[in-house]
Structure formats: structure tokens, C-alpha cells
């Protein structure tokens, strides 16, 4: 390889997906540190994170980590969307000229026609949070899996930890107080979670797997759990 031709800074990621999703991308991460570029038709990630590294296979890595985080931070805005994907890696030669060093496979899932995280840089502030936050990544990495009953639990139980001080019943009166929800949303998203439906069942053991009485299906607890987790994520910021 000549070196005008060897891979250097600055590098962005190709990104392949539904037109709608990326374009909702783009304007949530218009500007930053990460960025979702679009230009003739193609949308690109770039990251300063990406700046000071050297090799494609550092490149990668490092965008497989912040890709998560993104992807998640989407689910949380937008709980149902066709999938994302990372295409290849782009970077400028000597000349100026942008060139493909690779193909990716890894594909992010962004999952509901209903928009959260509008306030302006809001979107941006959360994937910084995550990249700092190791409780506020996990939960997120967890929350953009598939959904069943036993995570959406596992998900609300880690929240009312955080913001009840180790204390769950202290968590739960919080979200109440804060008009995150109200309590009879709050118990029966527990209750659906707890004992989930005969098809889906939740997070105990078969004893207690019984239908709640009015339980939620598991689109609708995520969705309740989708409202939670961007209240719990502004409150942070």
C-alpha cells in the first residue's frame, strides 16, 4: 500500500438503516463531540474519540462500544424503528480524498413511533453520560436487548436503587413525587413484571407466574419503562 493510501485520522463510520432512523440520528447528534453526518445520501458516525487512534481494528472497537451507547440512547427516545447498521469505515487520505478500508456487520437495534429526549442537545448529553457512567451504560446496554419480563425488572429495580438511595419502596415514592408516573401506573408495571401473562412469564419462580389481574404485554411494560429510563436520564443531566 502507497503510503497516500494508508489509513489515517480522521475516520468515520458508514452507517446502513432506514432512511427515517438515521435521519432522526442526525438531527439529535448534529453537532459535538459524536456527530451523525449525512452527506449525498449516505449518513456517517464521527467521534473525537476516534482522532487520536491509528489503526482500523482500534477504530472499530472503539465505535463498537460508542455504537451501543448510541443505539440504546435511541431506544430510549424511539422504542420501535428498523434496524441500524454499521456498513464500513471510512477514512481521508493525503490527497483529501475519503476511501472504504472495510465492510462491518455489527447491526444496532433502535426500537416505537413515540419521541422522547426533544430537548435541544439532549440526546448528545446522554451519550456522554453513558460513555462516564457505568451504572447509566449497563442499564442501558440492558434496555436495548430483546424485552421480557425478568430485564424490564431487572431494569426498574436498578433505577429505584439509584434514586432511592439503595432503598426500592423510598426509589418508588420518588417517581411518584417527581411525576415520573403515577402509583397505580407504578404497580401495575410491578405487578406485570413480577408475574407477567401465561404466554410471557415474569421475573419469579413458577409459583408465582400466575396472569396479573390487568397486566401489561411486554411492548406496553417496556414502553412504561422506555417513559421511566428518559426521566431518570434527564434528571441526571
Known amino acids: 500500500m502507497s503510503e497516500s493510501l494508508r489509513p489515517v485520522p480522521p475516520w468515520r463510520i458508514r452507517l446502513g438503516g432506514s432512511d427515517a432512523d438515521l435521519k432522526d440520528l442526525a438531527g439529535c447528534l448534529a453537532e459535538g463531540r459524536t456527530r451523525v453526518a449525512q452527506e449525498e445520501g449516505a449518513y456517517f458516525l464521527e467521534s473525537q474519540m476516534f482522532d487520536d487512534l491509528q489503526q482500523p481494528a482500534a477504530v472499530l472497537s472503539k465505535a463498537h462500544e460508542l455504537v451501543k451507547v448510541i443505539s440504546s440512547v ?52 446522554c451519550v456522554e453520560l453513558a460513555l462516564k457512567n457505568e451504572r447509566v451504560r449497563s442499564n442501558l446496554d440492558d434496555l436495548r436487548g430483546e424485552w421480557d419480563f425478568p430485564r424490564l425488572r431487572r431494569i426498574g429495580e436498578t433505577i429505584l436503587l439509584d434514586i432511592g438511595g439503595g432503598d426500592i419502596r423510598k426509589g418508588l415514592k420518588d417517581v411518584v413525587k417527581r411525576g415520573w408516573a403515577s402509583k397505580a401506573d407504578c404497580e401495575l408495571f410491578w405487578e406485570t413484571v413480577n408475574h407477567g401473562d401465561a404466554r410471557l412469564p415474569g421475573a419469579h419462580s413458577a409459583l408465582r407466574r400466575a396472569p396479573a389481574k390487568n397486566p401489561k404485554n411486554v411492548i406496553e411494560a417496556g414502553e412504561f419503562l422506555n417513559d421511566l429510563v428518559a426521566a431518570w436520564l434527564e434528571s441526571k443531566m
Do not use: C, H
Open 74 to 125: 435511541a431506544r430510549v427516545r424511539r422504542s420501535i424503528a428498523k434496524p441500524i447498521s454499521l456498513t464500513g469505515l471510512d477514512w481521508r487520505d493525503s490527497g483529501g480524498i475519503w476511501r472504504r478500508t472495510l465492510t462491518v456487520t455489527t447491526t444496532i437495534v433502535v426500537y416505537k413511533n413515540i419521541t422522547r429526549l426533544t430537548a435541544p442537545g439532549a440526546f448528545e448529553r
